[in-house]
């Protein structure tokens, strides 16, 4: 399934179990030699919400949320495990987390995600830079100086505005940014083009990942730099521009929305 072109492999654990997910994560992520995608997910589950959902970058390290999974998980539940609700919930290691179902003839064409809180202390993002929040801060990364923002959305996210985003060497810039000293947990990081009041362009480096073409806490974490920069309204609808499709984010000051699809791509099997 994919959210806009940022794909994932799930895996359907109600009845099995899946063992050494990481590394399942390492091996089937590579497009040269399986079906390939930005990671694995695990549909599990839980005793406190709906089911347990846990993602694996392509690196196989484990991540605490990903925006675009969450919506093709209550996808999956809806349209394959017939939970229909229009509301329901997912249990992440960020929390757990309410989704609203958007269908039409038992087919789930969007989904809105509540993300939770924007999180803009340094030490909970985790990042060392200076300031109670960091906020077009400056941080020097490979010799060049950039104003950065700096927040969790579960994962931590840097958010650097700029021109035109397609001209950027992301895979020269991006892993040194994933790898900054300042960050000990590596980050995802976000280079966005303000296009118009609330209106975002954006390319995104994830952590584990490489390039993506799209990222729902990282669109989140533009959407809230936005806001936080002057460039974006708090409590209305911000447009976030990806490789992939676009993102409709919306930020009161404290939680954050998230609305896009969710698609199948195909089901299959594969021997591990």
Not at 83 to 100: A, H, P, R
Not at 149 to 168: A, K
Not at 185 to 205: A, D, G, Q, Y
Request: hydrophobic share 40%.
């Amino acid at each position: 399934m994919h959210g806009i072109g940022n794909d994932y492999i799930y895996f359907d654990c109600f009845e099995e179990d899946l063992p050494a997910p990481e590394k399942l994560a390492v091996r089937l992520s590579d497009r040269h030699f399986s079906v390939g995608g930005d990671g694995i997910v695990l549909i599990l589950p839980s005793a406190c919400a709906d089911a347990k959902m846990r993602m694996f970058n392509a690196d196989g390290s484990e991540g605490k949320m990903c925006g675009n999974a969450i919506r093709c998980v209550g996808k999956f539940l809806y349209e394959v495990k017939h939970i229909e609700k229009d509301i329901m919930t997912v249990e992440t290691l960020s929390g757990i987390k309410t989704l609203k179902i958007f269908s039409k003839g038992g087919v789930v064409n969007a989904v809105t995600a509540n993300m939770g809180r924007a999180e803009l202390s340094p030490e909970k993002i985790p990042a060392r830079i200076g300031g109670k929040e960091i906020v077009s801060q400056p941080l020097e990364v490979g010799g060049e100086t950039y104003r950065v923002t700096c927040l969790s959305m579960g994962n931590p996210h840097c958010v650097v505005f700029g021109g035109d985003p397609d001209g950027l060497e992301l895979e020269k810039v991006g892993p040194l940014f994933e790898h900054h000293a300042a960050f000990p947990e590596r980050v995802n990081t976000e280079f966005v083009h303000v296009l118009e009041r609330n209106v975002l362009k954006m390319r995104v480096w994830e952590r584990g990942s490489g390039e993506t073409w799209a990222c729902g806490t990282g669109a989140c974490a533009a959407a809230v730099a936005g806001v936080l920069n002057g460039h974006c309204e708090k409590n209305t609808d911000i447009t976030v521009k990806l490789k992939g499709g676009d993102l409709v984010i919306r930020y009161d000051g404290d939680e954050v929305l998230m609305t896009g699809p969710a698609a199948f791509a195909f089901r299959g099997t594969v021997e591990i």
